[in-house]
């Protein structure tokens, strides 16, 4: 069964550091990897994917994040943070099959809040 | 742009009672998903659909729930005889394609089953 683990409930830093938001995940097969960010009464808006290919990612509002296949590890980073990056951060899994849509498991969220 | 939108936004039921969702996709995607989010949770999977064909089930989704897509677009998710465990948010995604394609969520409807 394929599963996600985001190890910090919470992260902070301040304005203009770059920050990190951990996730692990355990997938058979190559995965397909996800980073959502939910605002506060808003539904879940997609960052960005990992589907093959290059390592880094980059998606929405500068953020990129790294796949690391020996690690199974797909943390989101941005260089510089902004105080508009406060939100809630959720990492997501698909094993990919014939069929080709499998359901999405998410990891259990990490609060991001960035200190002006 | 239309997103994909659910209504209600909030509901408020007395334990016992059926409650129904809506949810309409975005108009080209004919993938449509249900969830539930708990507090401090990550959603969870439900249901998905391809068109009007229900195609898969979480063991989450008791006999209580039932699903619908009855044209391909628009979908409906009932809970009948509504316990207090089911108070959440459920919310909605759809999306184009394959696996991997990402989907893109609704507001989702707040569920307080008192």
């Known amino acids: 069964a394929q599963s996600v683990a985001q190890p910090e409930d919470q992260v902070n830093v301040a304005e203009g550091n770059p920050l990190t938001v951990k996730c692990t995940y355990s997938v058979s097969g190559n995965p397909y990897l996800f980073w959502y960010v939910q605002y506060p009464n808003r539904g879940l808006q997609f960052l960005l994917k990992?589907?093959?290919?290059?390592?880094l990612v980059k998606g929405s509002y500068g953020f990129e994040a790294e796949f690391n296949k020996s690690q199974t590890s797909f943390h989101l980073k941005k260089p510089s943070a902004l105080v508009s990056d406060s939100a809630l951060y959720f990492c997501a899994v698909r094993a990919p099959r014939n069929s080709g849509n499998t359901p999405l498991v998410f990891g259990k969220g990490t609060r991001l809040s960035v200190i002006a | 742009d239309t997103g994909v939108s659910q209504d209600p936004r909030h509901k408020i039921t007395k334990r016992g009672q059926n409650v129904t969702f809506r949810c309409d996709p975005i108009s080209e995607h004919n993938r449509l998903y249900w969830y539930r989010q708990t507090l401090g949770q990550g959603p969870e999977f439900l249901t998905y659909f391809q068109n009007e064909a229900q195609l898969e089930k979480s063991r989450l989704l008791s006999d209580r729930f039932s699903a619908e897509r009855p044209k391909g677009s628009f979908s409906t998710l009932e809970i009948q005889r509504t316990e207090q465990g089911d108070s959440a948010m459920y919310l909605c995604a759809s999306s184009h394609g394959t696996g991997a394609y990402e989907q893109y969520f609704g507001p989702g409807t707040r569920l307080t089953v008192t």
């Open positions: 990992y589907i093959t290919g290059d390592n």
